[in-house]
């Protein structure tokens, strides 16, 4: 998974990817392939590393239940894009460090190494 | 579209993305969110820049008939991610130009803005 193995594999434009790499990495593609959630992790994302939003900042945001945007925000985590904490009332969703720049490694990486060669 | 232009938008981490700008890339990441379409792209990726892959080279590395594979070709295409091209019997495909480096920028971009800070 890209938030947990920075190595899965060494790129998208790398080599041809492989069953599992592929099925895996799909899983995150897909769960960034809908447009509240990429619009859910850009409200997170946006409040930069370390940094988190309360789920009561999210809802208001659309027009869409409370269960139907904790559903999409599960998807995200389930992708290990996103991890979440309940504190009180609330439950809390900040950005996995490095998930994003290693999604970005693996689409660009090979392509800059072409380039130096 | 990442494809065309690259100033769709800051970066998903740099603010909010509206409505149309999520809509537009979600239709990317939903191209990618498929493993056939994201070994499809791999294998066609991992050609480098300017090159391209005959699809007859494509259709033999999967278990799944000719019409299926130009299917899952035509949403790559459609995402704007490859173009094609047909000359005789065969259609050869290959990644638009700097496509997956926009994609990958519009991931990590403002991130990196934000380490420089």
Redesign the interface.
């Known amino acids: 998974m890209i938030g947990q193995d920075a190595a899965c594999c060494a790129g ?6 492989d ?1 599992d790499q ?2 895996e ?15 859910l ?3 997170i ?2 409040r ?2 370390g940094g988190e939003v309360c789920v009561c900042e999210l809802t208001p ?1 659309f027009e869409l239940s409370q269960p139907t945007i904790s559903h999409h925000l599960k998807l995200l985590r389930q992708a290990g894009l996103i991890d979440c904490e309940r504190r009180g009332t609330w439950v809390y969703y900040w ?1 996995l460090p490095g998930v ?2 290693r ?3 693996f ?2 990486a ?2 800059s190494a ?2 130096s060669a």
Do not use: Y
């Open positions: 998208l434009s790398a080599a041809p990817l069953d592929a099925a990495l799909a899983k995150v593609f897909k769960a960034l392939g809908d447009p509240v959630r990429l619009r992790m850009s409200m994302a946006s930069g590393e945001a950005v994003l720049d999604l970005a490694a689409l660009s090979p392509q072409g380039a």
